[in-house]
């Protein structure tokens, strides 16, 4: 039960039992990016404190595929934390930036798609009036 007109519920324990969100210990930095064998994402689309991180994964049969992280932040006394519930009013927000991801992450996709290379036409080919046969013993023209 979470802590109500501030006050404890009876027998409730300090800590993530009485609804308090429970942070590790922050990772020094290095080169300005938090360490702790994970890569940074590879793009963040923010507005205001709603957030988009996205991360690529590898996989061997498949190569590299990204998954997409939506955050808000918000700030308690002088530290700022995020939760993954958004209120009313972020709702626009947050379809602001998932479509802005949504974008990036097409482009990557045709980037890294082959595109297919034209191939050179022959001449008549394709052209319906060098493929037209008339008939035989019928007219040029239209049958109605």
Sequence with gaps: ?????GRKPDGAAQGAAAGHEQQAAPEQPVNGQPT???KPPVAEFRVGRIKVAVWENHSPDTGA???FTLTRS???GDTW?????????DLLVAAMILTDARRWHARQTAQARPQPQP???QPGEGD???EYQPQAGGSDDVPF
């Design 1 to 5: 039960m979470a802590k109500r007109n």
């Design 36 to 38: 702790g064998g994970r």
């Design 65 to 67: 595929w990204y998954s």
């Design 74 to 76: 918000y700030k308690v």
């Design 81 to 89: 934390k995020t939760a993954s519930s958004l209120g009313v009013d």
């Design 119 to 121: 191939r050179e036409r």
């Design 128 to 130: 319906a009036a060098a």
